[in-house]
């Protein structure tokens, strides 16, 4: 009996054991993912990206490493110390690595417009090991889309994905070369929607580990479809610090569908210089709450002023969308098709108003193409910012003498309160009257101590401190 009770005991604490245990990894393991047959199934879609450039016009010594392009994008140029060369010798090359995603199967790749951007050549490599050289059929700095052609058929591609569907909370995704560790698998959760960190883009923000070299990979849902392009973080150390951003694949495809079609994108304007509505604004006007872009000014004869359109009108809907922060107007305005009618409701003095506009087409300034803007918010000691000058109108509209006008704040300028539509008048108590003589100024700077900019935004004039490449 005795050994028959301890037998006994022995298979009913195996049992419970066995149920114990059972149990716990159920617990532990409710409802977690498996992404094992989506990467499977998505995966040799994604490809690696290699460019290389030459380096020109650059003497001896170490090449400008670029820090705040190296914290806000991510296909990171490896440069090399260029080396004094005889007439058959290489010329030296900065190298860059990234990654993209194929969405026909006749070659058609999507990346990052400054995973490409600049480079003498740029090779594709499947995960099968077959390498390509890429021609780039068009490239858009402005929402940082570029896309590429290689010499394939039949290749793998992928599924576009609703963004309306996602929702933050989210499972997502994300496949790239980080680092050039190629087909390396990352994942997380969306963070927040509708994240307005650029011009014309609400980024998707995720906590999914993105580093350099996973710059034009895709962000994919749990169906497998692609919902983004990896494209942004938010960094104080160079690497991942738990915020990414990825371009919506919605408005990816619009610039990609343009650049396929002609290689370029056409935007709409219509000569507003806007800014937030504060909670303060909307109470002082009556506004039910704070939604809408405020008018700061009006362009002289831009499409706004002959649609009637006044300083200090709200835009409260484009074309039947409403507008509910400021920077939602420039990426309707800029989707709209030049040429075509569009309605304005604007709320002036306690009442709405609706009016016509004919869009224009966006024009870049005479000598600031998209490339200068790009260069020039580089050259400007890393602070992040986009500028143009101002032109004689401008100036006698906004009663300054000099002064350059701000058309995008990134990173240390975003983070200082900087914001399209505002006017630098000074630097450092010097004041500056051409974006030449402010690249001057900041390149002289010391990158270690906080620059003092006098800034003008409608007509409130203030002092802001900004550090370069911080």
Known sequence: MKSIAVRTGLATLAVALSLIQGGAAHAQNPNLPDF?????????????????????????????????????????????RPQPRGEDDEAPQRRGVGSGFIL???????????????????????????????????????????????DAQGLPSVRLGDVNRLKVGEWVLAIGSPFGFESTVTAGIVSAKARDTGEFLPFIQTDVAIN??????????????????NSQIYSQSGGFMGISFAIPIDEAMRVADQLRASGKVVRGRIGVAIGPVTKEVADAMGLAKPQGAWV?????????????????????????????????????????????????????????KD????????????????????EAARAAGGLGLILSDLTESQRKELRVRGGIR???????????????????????????????????????????????LVVRRGDVTSFVLIRPGK
Do not use: C, W, Y
């Open 36 to 80: 094992t047959e989506l990467v499977e199934r998505v995966g040799p879609a994604v490809v690696n990206i290699r460019t290389s450039e030459r380096v020109r016009g650059m003497p001896g010594g170490e090449m400008d490493p670029q820090m705040q392009e190296f914290l806000r994008r991510f296909g990171l140029p490896g440069g090399r």
């Open 104 to 150: 026909a199967a006749d070659g058609v790749v999507l990346t990052n417009a400054h995973v490409v951007e600049g480079a003498d050549e740029v090779i594709v490599t499947l995960t099968d090991k077959r390498e390509f050289r890429a021609k780039v059929s068009g490239l858009d700095r402005r929402t940082d889309v570029a896309v590429l052609k290689i």
């Open 212 to 229: 350099p070299g996973n710059s034009g990979g895709p962000l994919l849902n749990m169906r497998g479809e692609v919902v983004g392009i």
């Open 296 to 352: 700061s000014s009006v362009e002289a004869g831009s499409p706004a002023e002959k649609a009637g359109v006044e300083g200090g009108d709200v835009i409260l809907k484009f074309d039947g969308k409403t507008i509910e922060r400021s920077t939602d107007l420039p990426r309707l305005v800029g989707a709209a098709r030049p040429g075509s009618k569009a309605q304005l409701q604007v709320f002036r003095r306690g009442a709405s």
């Open 355 to 374: 009016l016509s506009v004919t869009v224009a087409e966006l024009k870049e300034s005479p000598g600031r193409g998209q490339a200068d803007a790009s």
């Open 406 to 452: 701000i058309d995008g704040a990134e990173g240390p300028a975003a983070r200082a309160g900087l914001r399209e539509g505002d006017v630098i008048l000074s630097v450092e108590n010097t004041e500056i009257s051409s974006v030449k003589q402010f690249q001057s100024l900041v390149s002289k700077a010391d990158r270690n101590k906080v620059l003092s």
